[in-house]
């Protein structure tokens, strides 16, 4: 396959940046997105141009480190696909594909693809955690769940904070990310001590960054993925207004 990307370029956060176009040529369909700039990188070092730098460690989509918008999707157009797992045989030889990185206010460039998502870390330091001792493993089944309340906590415990839904909001909400972070605790019985004093503390902290508020556009959802469903915004704003009509 020949390709013509078209990749954002930043020097640091001061920087403008601009559009960069790069000819990729012999690229393998069973590639991945990111072997395919593994490729390209080889060969700008080898011109002694500078590599375009990328986030990535686990490549397995489990991380969530992987990011960029390609073709104006975040993670690009595959359904519930990170940027590692999405591969060049989703592509048609001769394609031009855009990549650019998240953009929002509180992820600010630090280079090329690379942002800053330390708002994330700060939005789980609030409150995304039990603080309460609570000693060793139990046995199984000392503690009944619901299997409903289990199933729904669990889907919102895949959350790999990877800022997708950040990304895809035109409000730059981090209503998801929190939601999901809130919810897979305060489903289950560990959490409830601190339901609502964890809710309050995490979306004051998400309103604190800077992030925009939800208006249900769904955007966030459809690029998420692990498919975190958007009735998960609605129960952090339900323990949020408990918290607050305290």
């Not at 396959?1 to 020097?11: A, D, F, I």
């Not at 929002?104 to 955690?129: E, H, M, N, T, Y």
Request: charged content about 25%; proline content about 5%; hydrophobic content about 40%.
């Amino acid at each position: 396959m020949n390709l013509t990307l078209k990749v954002w370029r930043q020097s640091g956060r001061k920087d403008r940046g601009r559009m960069v176009t790069y000819r990729v040529e012999d690229v393998s369909p069973d590639m991945s997105f990111l072997e395919m700039l593994d490729v390209l990188n080889e060969r700008l070092i080898l011109e002694g141009d500078d590599p375009i730098a990328f986030d990535h460690d686990c490549r397995e989509g489990i991380c969530g480190m992987c990011g960029m918008v390609i073709n104006g999707v975040a993670h690009g157009e595959q359904v519930a696909t990170t940027t590692c797992q999405l591969h060049m045989r989703h592509f048609e030889d001769g394609a031009t594909i855009t990549i650019e990185p998240w953009r929002a206010a509180p992820f600010p460039v630090i280079k090329d693809l690379v942002v800053d998502r330390s708002a994330f870390d700060r939005i789980i330091q609030a409150g995304g955690f039990v603080s309460v001792p609570a000693g060793s493993a139990p046995d199984a089944h000392s503690v009944p769940v619901r299997k409903e309340d289990a199933d729904a906590a669990f889907d919102a415990a895949t959350c790999i904070g990877c800022g997708a839904c950040v990304a895809a909001c035109p409000n730059g909400s981090a209503s998801l990310f929190t939601a999901a972070k809130i919810t897979h605790l305060s489903l289950l019985p560990q959490g409830q001590p601190e339901r609502l004093t964890r809710a309050k503390a995490m979306v004051d902290q998400m309103d604190a960054e800077g992030f925009g508020g939800c208006t249900n556009t769904g955007e966030c959802t459809a690029v998420c993925p692990k498919g975190i469903p958007l009735d998960t915004i609605a129960r952090m704003n339900s323990d949020y207004l408990k918290a607050n009509a305290k």
